[in-house]
């Protein structure tokens, strides 16, 4: 698709079977590359909000009408993201995640924290870097139809679609940046230098928690994050190949629009369209991978 077409479309009260008994390790029957998407999802509720907040910040300032209205799709579509990630999360509150210390955490490091050190525009940074590194990660896992082949179609429906709105609204926060806070190059880059140390680390931290949660021992710790790491970064795995994708972001002149990913997103949007059927339309765009 040209993306510079997608439009941002709110999407409520979706139903992706999260209630039903889906397995525990949902993505390959494998520890490391489950907890690492559950580590993810317990950050959204916090995250959004920060993400929702940071943008209208500067919602009195914006006098182009368009973008106006973006940002309240974009505060619309993150709402939803938000209540679905919550709802996703109660599974892992019952497997033992500490799910409301970590939501805890959170907050007092978004709305508590952050606020005495940054400056609004400094959040929305923080905010536009952060939306990049999540339109980089739709590109991995939807894009490369082998690494969600052996998952939950359930599961995979409900990121399919978070990933689907996340290009639809992936200049928000950039454009808030550039265009109304007046960010220059340095001040648009150091926040992602800092994010995308602070942000792995977090997840990180998380995930060994739900190792420890799920009973493996400090050698069987290690041994899973051995093999993880392997999966993340050797030659052709998870990140490697998006590390285009990641760096353009520093480029002088760059803009969200300027990098295309997931042509596979008309054939979501399509199904959807079609059938109202956010499973149906998560199977249909992992099939129509590479």
């Known amino acids: 698709m040209s993306e510079q077409h997608a439009t941002i479309v709110p999407r409520e009260q979706l139903d992706f079977g999260l209630d039903q008994d889906i397995p525990k390790y949902w993505m390959d029957n494998d520890p490391f590359k489950t907890r690492f998407f559950d580590a993810m999802s317990t950050l959204f509720p916090q995250g959004e909000k ?15 009408p368009k973008l106006l209205q973006e940002v309240k799709d974009f505060t619309r ?18 497997q033992g995640i500490e799910i409301d210390a970590i939501e805890a955490e959170l907050q007092q490091r978004f709305f508590v924290d952050a606020p005495k050190v940054t400056t609004a525009r400094q959040r929305v940074g923080i ?3 952060l939306e990049h ?11 490369r139809r082998e690494l969600l082949d052996s998952s939950d179609a359930r599961v995979r429906a409900m990121y ?8 639809e609204h992936k200049a928000v926060a950039f454009d808030v940046l550039t265009k109304v806070a007046k960010a220059g190059y340095w001040s648009r880059v150091m926040p992602m230098v800092t994010v995308s140390f602070g942000f792995p680390l977090t997840v990180a931290g998380i995930m060994n ?21 392997w999966w993340f970064y050797k030659p052709g795995g998870l990140f490697i190949p998006t590390l285009g994708y990641y760096l353009a972001y520093y480029k002088p002149g760059f803009h969200p629009w300027k990098l295309q990913e997931m042509p596979s997103y008309g054939t979501w949007l399509d199904t959807f369209q079609r059938t109202g059927d956010a ?12």
């Open 50 to 64: 920060f993400f929702i907040t940071s943008v209208r910040e500067y919602r009195d300032q914006i006098t182009d």
């Open 209 to 229: 928690h739900m190792f420890k949660v799920d009973g493996f021992s400090r050698w069987q710790r290690a041994k899973l994050w051995a093999r993880g790491l």
């Open 160 to 167: 399919a679609w978070h990933a689907v709105e996340e290009v």
């Open 127 to 129: 905010t536009a870097a």
């Open 133 to 143: 590194l999540t339109a980089m990660m739709c590109t991995t896992f939807f894009e």
């Open 77 to 94: 579509q993150e709402a939803q993201h938000s209540l679905v990630h919550r709802h996703y999360n109660d599974r892992l509150k019952k």
């Open 279 to 290: 499973i149906a339309a998560g199977n249909a765009l992992h099939a129509a991978g590479h």
